[in-house]
């Protein structure tokens, strides 16, 4: 109901809408609308009331409503059902859920806060109650297990050109997924399925972006070393309007891969990384290799050239640039 609502103050921007109208295109009475405006107005939107006039908004509050994301889409296939949630643990959690449950490919889970938003390897991601991006995508491709890492190179590819398209800001890829700018990490893509050995059933592909945050916003643990896309560019983002453009190029990238395979993909990754054609340090679980970075392979390994020409797979570590 809420969700209707905003739709129709969307729909008469700056404009007075009248209470019989409301309560004639939702379908209820003029008590439960003034308890929705009510409930509107906790969540930290402003709205004027005047009599005989009606309801005016004059500011959004701080949610990411599905509405505004669904006007800015242009996908075929992504995004059709979306859910959103004011507050979850984890849209990762809740995806799952809804995948398990039949979620079609391209539902996507959205949320304002995550309480316990879920890193790699078991680490924490902070999602900040409106200022940042939380988002799960479904998805269902008919793809080995194996191949699952090539969608989160594609991932971290569409999230930066979504980035400069709407934003203007230009950001890089660290090896493997890391979305940085000056070395700052401003995104974290995770990506985890359900499947069988030889057979994929789901994939869920979660993106975490810090939009809004300002330094004091960001958690002790992360303030030397993250940043948000307001800290970079100075100014405040329409969060809804980056998730479309995210899932619209994440569209465009994944319709290209699924028709012509990798290939383009991975010379994309190439353009945008940080990591490629440079030397780097690569501290793996036993080693600090040093060498020249000179590409990744089809599943995403890291191919590392060390001083005496023999060539490393690299398949987890920690990079850095020599020249950093
Ligand atoms: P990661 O393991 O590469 O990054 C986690 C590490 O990044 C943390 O240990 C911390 O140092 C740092 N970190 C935590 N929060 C932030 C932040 N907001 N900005 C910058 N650095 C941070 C990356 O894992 C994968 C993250 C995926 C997050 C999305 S959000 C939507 C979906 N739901 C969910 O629970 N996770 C995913």
């Known amino acids: 109901m809420k969700e209707s609502l905003l739709k129709i103050f969307a729909e008469h921007p700056d404009q007075f809408v009248s209470g019989e109208m409301i309560s004639q295109q939702l379908g209820c009475s003029r008590t439960a609308i003034w308890k929705h405006i009510d409930e509107l107005r906790k969540n930290g939107y402003e709205l004027e009331s005047a009599p005989r006039k009606g309801y005016r908004l004059i500011k959004k509050g701080d949610g990411i409503h599905s509405h ?23 849209t990762q959690i809740v995806a799952h859920k809804l995948a398990q449950e039949g979620a ?21 991601w902070h999602s900040k109650q409106g200022t940042s991006i939380s988002m799960s995508l479904i998805l269902r491709p008919d793809l080995s297990p194996q191949k699952t890492p090539q969608l989160t190179l594609l991932t971290a590819v569409a999230v930066v050109r979504a980035l400069k398209n709407q934003t203007g800001i230009n950001c890089e890829i660290k090896w493997p997924n890391d979305v940085l700018i000056n070395g700052k990490k401003l995104v974290g893509i995770l990506t985890e399925m359900q499947a069988d050995p030889d057979r994929v059933h789901s994939i869920i592909i979660g993106i ?28 405040p983002f329409e969060r809804a309007l980056i998730v479309a453009a995210v899932v619209n190029e994440f569209e465009t990238l994944y319709e290209h ?36 970075a000179k590409g990744i392979t089809n599943e995403g390994v890291l191919l590392l050239e060390d001083e005496q020409g023999t060539l490393h797979q690299i398949y987890s570590a920690d990079i850095e640039n020599a020249s950093q």
Do not use: C
Not at 214 to 225: A, T
Not at 281 to 290: G, H, I, K, S
């Open 208 to 235: 975490g972006i810090n939009v809004n945050q300002q330094l004091k916003d960001l958690d002790p643990e992360i303030q030397g070393l993250a940043t948000s896309l307001a800290i970079e560019g100075g100014k």
């Open 68 to 90: 505004e994301v669904g006007v800015a889409l242009k996908t075929m296939r992504l995004g059709k059902e979306m859910t959103y949630l004011d507050t979850t643990e984890s």
């Open 257 to 292: 891969y699924l028709t012509n395979g990798f290939e383009a993909i991975k010379t994309l990754w190439e353009t945008y990384s940080i990591s490629v054609g440079k030397y780097i340090y690569a501290r793996t679980m036993r080693e600090v290799l040093y060498g020249f």
């Open 104 to 124: 079609r490919e391209g539902h996507i889970v959205l949320a304002n806060e995550q309480t316990k938003g879920k890193g790699r390897l078991g680490r924490n």
